[in-house]
Structure formats: C-alpha cells, structure tokens
C-alpha cells in the first residue's frame, strides 16, 4: 500500500480482498468501494485531473471517510506487522522523579526534581491480536481496533480522531 499525501478528497477505497488501497495502485479493471458507507467507488485515473476515486452515486461524509481509512490503515499496518515480525512502536513521555539518597536523611518524602523522558514500547510484543471494531464485552466498549495477547486478558484500544486532512 503507497502512502503518500494528496489533494483529492477520496483517495482511498477498499479492493475486492478488503484491502484499503491508494488511488495510484488502483487499476480500471478492478472494483472498489467505499470505506465507510460501503457503495461503489470508481476509480478515475486520467492524465489531466488528479487521480481519485470517484463515488457512484450518494456519498458519505468526508469526515466519516477519513475516519474509516485511517482505522483500516492502522488495522492493516498492525497486521502486517505481526505477519512479518516488525516492530509497532508507540512513544510516550513519562515523568521521572528523583529519588536521591540525602532525601530520605532529611525526611523528605516528596521527591526534589522531576523530568519528563522519552519512553519506546514496540505494541507488537505486548499484543499479538488486532481486531478492527470489535465490542469488548468486559467493558462494553466498541474501540476503532482493539489490541490484545492471545489471552485475551490484556488489551489496548486504538482511538483514531479526524481533525484535519493528512499531510505527508
């Protein structure tokens, strides 16, 4: 899958296989829908325009489309991910705070100093399972795509938010 930016509102659909795919792998032959609201998508490749598919008949919301494909490319890319064995990797900033040994003669229980660094987990070794809008019966939330280990005890929701049109 190309992931590129681009200017044109759909350039996203799902291929026969499901698979979302970028208007520049798309070809004529095949069939394509949309995301979101599931209808035909055509893909319109001419040389004057800019590539894009095209809806056949009603569309959905922009905001509604960007949504759905940002959660199916993550989906997508997360099981790829643990098909070939690369890492996911999710960057926090965590604070630390100093525990310095004269603290503790001075009976100080609050720590002096604090400082926020960098923290790298890769997802992969934590959550071998990915289902895409699955309900989570223990919680009774439906998460855009939810992580998990093959137990099934630990997991992670995946929240995607549309505020503005990627760029690259």
């Known amino acids: 899958m190309t992931t590129q930016a681009s200017p044109v509102q759909y350039a996203y659909a799902l291929d026969d296989q499901a ?12 069939s394509y829908t949309c995301p979101e609201c599931k209808s035909p998508l055509t893909p319109v490749l ?14 959905c919301a922009l905001e509604s489309y960007l949504h759905r494909c940002a959660k199916e490319a993550f989906f997508y890319c997360y099981k790829q991910a643990l098909t ?9 900033k965590r604070t630390v705070y100093c525990n310095n ?19 790298c987990y890769n997802l992969t070794q934590f ?8 309900h989570d019966s223990s919680t ?4 855009d795509v939810m992580l998990s280990d093959l137990s099934g005890k630990k997991r992670c929701y995946v929240e995607i938010c549309v505020t503005h049109s990627c760029t690259q």
Not at 127 to 134: K, P, S
């Open 19 to 30: 698979i979302l795919t970028h208007i520049t792998d798309a070809q004529r032959s095949n």
């Open 46 to 59: 001419g040389e004057i325009n800019a590539k894009h598919f095209r809806h056949s008949e009603e569309c």
């Open 84 to 92: 070939e064995s690369t890492p996911i990797r999710l960057e926090l």
């Open 101 to 119: 040994a004269r603290l503790k003669l001075l009976r100080n229980e609050k720590p002096q100093c604090q400082k926020g660094v960098p923290a």
């Open 127 to 134: 959550f071998d399972q990915v289902q895409l809008e699955r």
């Open 140 to 143: 009774g939330l439906k998460p």
